[in-house]
């Protein structure tokens, strides 16, 4: 990122334009580049305010016609530049970024520009990544399924079976038989991802099931009754069924989440804590396939907190703990626990540094959990338009803005942040992590070396340590 000030009295216009050597040949809207240039894309950071109306410098817009730039008087332009490293060769790449002028008054710009691509290993290191988001209830919105497959995100966040986008529930007839559901809406949202590039054999899935109150078989009488249990019973058959024949996905490869941020006492179904373990043991009775998913609370007193966890462990194959409230005893104890994977999650929004947002994955790597890391949440707005910090929808007195990304859904438009651009660093830094862990399989002193880097970056939790801990660990990856 840096900045370009218009220092004079007149409105700039003009172009940002990467180039292999130079315009000078074939002028400046003809030269054909081949080389590195054609990886660079030019951005503009846009400024809006906070609630509190300070300047937040937080959406992050490719520029019109990818060159097009407009600086006021007397302002600045915030300019990121991103380089997509994919078919570049390991080594060092020389380039020339200009900024031309497009009226009079102002000079034309030639800035030289060197990047080094490094071989780390990584191409075959490709963990899941989820998110929680509705971009992927409207897969007809292609914009919003071709970002989330090039975000490397696999594990589709399907939301609930009954929502208006996923109705699959199966029910009753006026006989008392269950008819099974229309596995179409699911087709869909798989079919839209497929089509945007994501492999199939990544493909994961991810129910959230709503137990809490608000979501089940639509007919089936009240929760956890022996005709809601059954009609829950025949849809995750016919669905796991329907999905393995179709598209070859494997129970292992479907989460099931029933309840969310569940709290309070497990033995007491009027706590959603309860709720969480009593759906957790009826789906764990259907059979071992079925992988479950919970995020409790922490505001559990310790002693109880410990027995919550337990209890949970029981039914539920991966706990997901709010990342800001775990201690190191309490990742002691969960390591404990017979689970195969633990997530974290957080909840911040546009008005959080963007560190939190990639010292999550050092954090997970420090504390031996497995490589997904969320947040609350990819899209949500307030008032649908992340841009107006005082907006809100149907009157609401909230204002809160999580998503990481700017979306209209009626324009089908995408605008990432600098809280999203900083996620992404930290799943790749995860990856290099993930790289050279399996590089110091039997080597002690560079296992050591890893973990000590790892380690550093994640106690400190700023971008300045995770900067400095990415560099230590390429130089590690330099060495073959």
Same mark, same amino acid.
């Given at each position: +990122? ?23 040949? &074939? ?34 817009? *490719? ?18 530049? #991103? ?6 060769a ?10 031309k ?20 290993g990584?191409d ?84 959230f ?12 009488? *009240?929760?956890?009754g ?18 393995? #024949?179709?598209?070859g ?11 969310d941020?569940?709290?309070?006492? +497990? !033995? ?27 995020? *409790? ?6 002693d ?15 706990i ?17 626990? *017979? ?51 005082? !907006? ?9 803005? &999580?998503?990481?990304?700017y ?51 994640? !106690?400190?939790?700023t ?18």
């Open positions: +990122a840096f900045a370009i000030a218009n220092l004079s009295d007149n409105p700039f216009l003009g172009q940002v334009k990467v180039f292999d050597k130079g315009p000078e040949k &074939y002028g400046f809207s003809k030269e054909f580049t081949t080389g590195v240039a054609r990886h660079f894309t030019v951005h503009e950071g846009i400024e809006i305010k906070s609630g509190a109306g300070a300047p937040l410098w937080d959406p992050v817009a *490719p520029l019109a016609m990818g060159t097009l730039l407009r600086i006021a008087p007397k302002a600045s332009a915030m300019v990121w530049l #991103e380089l997509d490293t994919h078919g570049l390991a080594g060092r790449h020389s380039a020339v970024l200009y900024v002028k497009g009226n009079p008054g102002f000079e034309t710009q030639k800035i030289p520009v060197e990047v080094e691509v490094v071989d780390a990584l075959s290191v490709r963990p899941d990544r989820t998110a929680y988001t509705y971009m992927t209830y409207a897969p007809q919105n292609r914009n919003f399924t071709e970002f989330l497959v090039k975000e490397n995100f696999n594990m589709i966040c399907l939301g609930a079976p009954g929502q208006g986008h996923l109705k699959i529930y199966n029910s009753y007839d006026k006989d008392g038989n269950l008819v099974p559901g229309d596995m179409a809406p699911l087709d869909r949202i798989i079919d839209a991802h497929l089509a945007a590039g994501l492999e199939k054999e990544r493909v994961k899935l991810r129910f099931f709503a137990f809490e109150g608000w979501r089940g078989p639509g007919n089936a009488g *009240p929760r956890f022996e005709k809601w249990n059954a009609a829950l019973k025949a849809l995750l058959e016919q669905m796991y069924a329907h999905v393995e #024949e179709k598209y996905i494997t129970a292992d490869r479907i989460i099931l989440y029933p309840v941020e569940p709290s309070g006492d +497990a !033995d007491d179904e009027k706590t959603k804590l309860g709720v969480a373990y009593r759906a957790g043991k009826i789906i764990r009775g259907f059979g071992p396939q079925y992988r479950l998913m919970t995020n *409790p609370l922490p505001g559990i007193p310790e109880k907190w410990r027995v919550a966890m337990t209890r949970l462990s029981e039914c539920y194959d991966i997901e703990f709010y990342r800001p409230g775990l201690t190191p005893a309490r990742v002691q104890f969960a390591k404990s626990l *017979p689970i195969r994977d633990f997530w974290t999650y957080s909840i911040d929004g546009k008005e959080s540094g963007c560190g939190v947002y990639r010292s999550d994955y050092w954090e997970n790597m420090r504390d031996g959990f497995c490589g997904i890391t969320t947040y609350w949440q990819l899209d949500e707005m307030a008032g649908g338009d992340g841009f107006d910090s005082r !907006d809100s929808t149907n009157g609401s007195t909230s204002y809160a803005d &999580y998503g990481t990304v979306t209209d859904r009626n324009m089908d438009g995408v605008v990432i942040s600098r809280r999203q651009v900083a996620s992404d660093m930290g799943y790749e830094d995860m990856r290099l992590i993930m790289a050279l862990r399996t590089k110091a399989k039997g080597d002690a002193a560079l296992s050591a070396k890893v973990e000590a880097i790892v380690k550093k970056a994640a !106690d400190a939790r971008m300045a340590a995770m900067d400095e801990g990415r560099a230590a660990l390429l130089d590690l990856a330099r060495e073959k």
